[in-house]
């Protein structure tokens, strides 16, 4: 069975730190490209950092917005991508998702080019 399991969100302060998990059973992650899409209440979900696959050389990348705060990052033996967040601002505040994208093995922001996703969890920035 295909699944994964995101981990990690919760309430924090500004200026804080969370470290999402994003666990695959059924498929190897390396063979993916694999990234963080969020959506805040009324708005659409958009993407946040990316890891492509092994075959890409495993290329990170990030939206304008994250960039120099979050690190997105893999660990093949335990088959699962992390993202870690720092300085954490209000604005952030969304439910996180990761996607494995359609089998192109490169990095996108587009929604369409993921097609399998795991069930979010809450990031909260609040004081």
């Known amino acids: 069975q295909l699944q994964f399991v995101e981990s990690g969100g919760g309430l924090v302060q500004p200026g804080g730190s969370l470290r999402l998990s994003c666990a695959a059973d059924g498929f190897s992650l390396s063979a993916f490209a694999i990234g963080w899409f969020r959506q805040a209440p009324g708005k659409e979900r958009e993407g946040v950092s990316c890891i492509s696959s092994t075959s890409s050389d495993s290329g990170t990348y990030y939206a304008d917005s994250v960039k120099g705060r979050f690190t997105i990052s893999r660990d093949n033996a335990k088959n699962t991508v992390y993202l870690q967040m720092n300085s954490l601002k209000p604005e952030d505040t969304a439910i996180y998702y990761c996607?494995?994208?359609?089998?192109?093995?490169?990095?996108?922001?587009?929604?369409?080019?993921?097609?399998?996703w795991g069930q979010g969890t809450q990031v909260t920035v609040s004081s």
């Open positions: 996607g494995r994208d359609t089998g192109l093995g490169y990095c996108s922001f587009y929604v369409a080019d993921f097609g399998f």
